[in-house]
């Protein structure tokens, strides 16, 4: 079996040493739960229960308007004790619903066994994917539903699934095709189902290779699903460059996947599905995991949803020396909470805990003009210019050089010798862009 990649990239150390052997255990279930009614891309639901109300384990207590959106549920039983802003993963505060856990452990009616799967429609399928709540859970949370809807002169010629798991420290996905490969494969089998697609890829990447053996094992038999195995590089399980690898298309810039032919799930989605449509169990668990050289025992948690960074801390014996940083996420790609104090939600694959050093804080430099911050770029942008442009406040200029298509995957900056904040300045220029265009717009509308 040929090992495929894509152009650009870095190679990164992947400190999963700590925590790849190590099987899935079941967190603690908390006395209190706080879930965001904004657990995904698109439009935030509102509650609906009300302070005092007694839910059930599964029960929808959320919901939003529109089609891009997902509704949440509680992830235990109780009362409802107060709706009100917390510090969400993603740096803001949010409306989160309070439920104080009544150990009873009582599913709602909802939730119940479908009992012949196999007869569901497409549309069957879908529907049911929405109203448990999926939604990408290799960080992207993306609605799935709406990944798997019909697009007017367009059609999934393969469904991949995403089993990279590329960011340092993570090993969520890992563990979970080693321990529920059947559980992936079914999910698999209703997205194929329900876009009348004949192919799936089932791609991980070669530093698992216990996975691409097991994997290529269970779907000897399965018509038109395959493994391909991938080389092991940063960022191997973006989007765009997961398509390329596995198909060698590529997504059109300003695209979307399914304008290449291709839609992509991640592995613990696919998990999900096979819970919702067989089970019908919505989604108000997930595993994550919990490493970092700045905690005492890491580890590979079955977490429910509400569950606060820091009682998982607690649970692996504390911090290990003073702690620097939490990361909601990947070491790349995640984002630095302010405090432990913030939940699980359907997006968390992972919270890395870093202690502090005793090394001076990095400086930036002056750019010396090496180009690897180019020669990283999966995108194949000029990062450097676009920072030039930026620090200018030239934001048209650098909306010419394509800084909307950055993915900030920090591949430029891992990789630049001058230390430059490449992804922040990138960052900022599609900030200021987006907020150009809004003026204009206004600006049109009130002439």
Sequence with gaps: MSIRTFKGGVHLAGYKEGTQGLPIVEAKVPGIVYLPVSQHLGAPCEPIVQVGDEVKKGQKIAEGKGFVTAPIHASVSGKVIAIEKRPHPGGNFVNCIVIENDFKEEWADTVKPHPNPEELSPDDIRKIIFEAGIVGMGGAT??????????????????????????????????????????????????????????????????????????????????????????????????????????????????????????????????????????????????????????????????????????????????????????????????????????????????????????????????????????????????????????????????QMNAFSCIECGSCQYSCPARIPLVQYLRRAKQEIVAMKAKAKSDGGKK
């Design 142 to 399: 993306f609605p799935s539903h709406v990944k798997l809807a019909p697009v007017e002169g367009k059609k999934a010629d393969y469904i991949i699934l995403n089993g990279v798991e590329c960011e340092p420290y993570i090993t969520a996905d890992h563990r979970l095709m080693l321990e529920k490969p059947e559980r992936i494969i079914a999910g698999l089998k209703y997205i194929l189902k329900s876009t009348a697609c004949k192919k799936g890829i089932i791609a991980i990447e070669e530093n698992k290779p216990d996975a691409i053996a097991l994997f290529k094992k269970l779907v000897v038999k399965e018509k038109g699903i395959r493994v391909q195995a991938l080389r092991e590089k940063y960022p191997q399980g973006s989007e765009k460059q997961l398509i390329y690898a596995c198909t060698k298309r590529e997504v059109p810039v300003g695209g979307l996947p399914i304008d290449a032919g291709v839609i992509v799930h991640n592995v613990g989605t696919a998990a999900a599905i096979a819970d919702a449509v067989e089970l019908g169990i919505p989604l108000i668990q997930r595993v994550l995991t919990l490493s970092g050289d700045g905690i005492q025992k890491p580890a590979n948690y079955l977490v429910r949803l509400g569950t606060l960074f820091s009682a998982l801390i607690e649970e692996s014996g504390g911090y290990q020396g003073e702690p620097e940083k939490i990361i909601a996420g990947g070491l790349m790609m995640g984002k630095t909470v302010f405090t432990a104090d913030v939940p699980v939600i359907k997006g968390s694959s992972g919270i890395v805990v870093l202690k502090k050093k005793t090394a001076s804080k990095a400086r930036e430099y002056n750019c010396v003009r090496c180009a690897k911050c180019i020669d990283a770029c999966p995108l194949f942008l000029e990062p450097t210019t676009i920072a030039k442009l930026v620090k200018r406040n030239l934001f048209k200029e650098a909306e």
